[in-house]
Structure formats: C-alpha cells, structure tokens
C-alpha cells in the first residue's frame, strides 16, 4: 500500500469521486466548496491510500476548540483493508508537526474501531438540531 498526500487542488477531482461514492451526507456542492476552500492550505491535510485502486482517504483539519486541535473532518477505509493504521499516522504525525494538542474525530458509527485500534477515547456524544 502506498499513501499519496492529497493536500492541492489538483486532487480535488479525485477526492470528490471518492466521497460521492461513500455517499456523504452532504451535498456535492458542500463538498465542492470545502475542498476548494481548504485544499493547499496549511490548516487542512489529506491522505488517499492506494493499492490497485483507493482504499482509503483521511482528511483533517486544524480547529481551536480549546487549544489547537486536529479534527479529522472525513474518513474512509474499505472493508477488510489491512494497514489503515498508516492513515491514521499520517494524521497524527501531521497533527504533531503542526503543534496541536489533541486530535478529535466524531463518528456516526461505533467507535470502538477507532479506540481499540488507533488509541482514541470517548468523551462525549454530539447532537445536531437543524432549525
């Protein structure tokens, strides 16, 4: 497996493939807005791992809830895709580099993956109300 940093706007295209196969909660033009914005930026990172074909792609983000924080702000990894623990390095490496104190990661699926696997733990729970 090989992990290509994705952090220009020449990625773009390929990100916003990847999500709109996963079937992000968010609108294409959401996505579209947030990558133009944050690609090559300082403050945002990304990550594709790829073998024959992507297996994996993290993107995260530097946010200042209460001290500086990585928030990891996309995930995916296919099923059964052995080594995604190198993803998660990236991030942290990263999150190391760019001097931030904590990493956050909200989920709509359990967390146990990433508390077992990758360190995390679980402070809260988030709700959402649109209005």
């Known amino acids: 497996m090989r992990i290509i940093n994705a952090n220009t706007l ?4 390929d990100l916003m493939a990847m999500i709109a196969r996963i079937k992000s909660s968010r ?31 993290i993107m995260a983000e530097i946010v200042n809830a209460a001290g500086p924080t ?15 623990e190198e993803l998660v390095g990236r991030v ?16 709509k699926r359990s967390p146990q993956t990433f508390i077992k696997k990758y360190g995390f733990e679980l402070v809260q729970s988030v709700l959402k109300k649109d209005i």
């Open 27 to 57: 609108t294409e033009d959401e996505i579209n807005m947030w990558l133009t914005l944050s690609l090559g930026t300082e403050l945002f990172n990304a990550w594709i791992a790829v073998e024959e074909e992507p297996v994996g792609m």
């Open 92 to 107: 942290e490496d990263w999150a190391k580099k760019m001097e931030t104190n904590k990493m956050l990661f909200y989920t």
């Open 70 to 84: 990585t928030y990891i702000a996309f995930n995916w990894f296919k099923p059964g895709v052995v080594g995604n």
């Open 10 to 13: 020449s990625a773009k295209d």
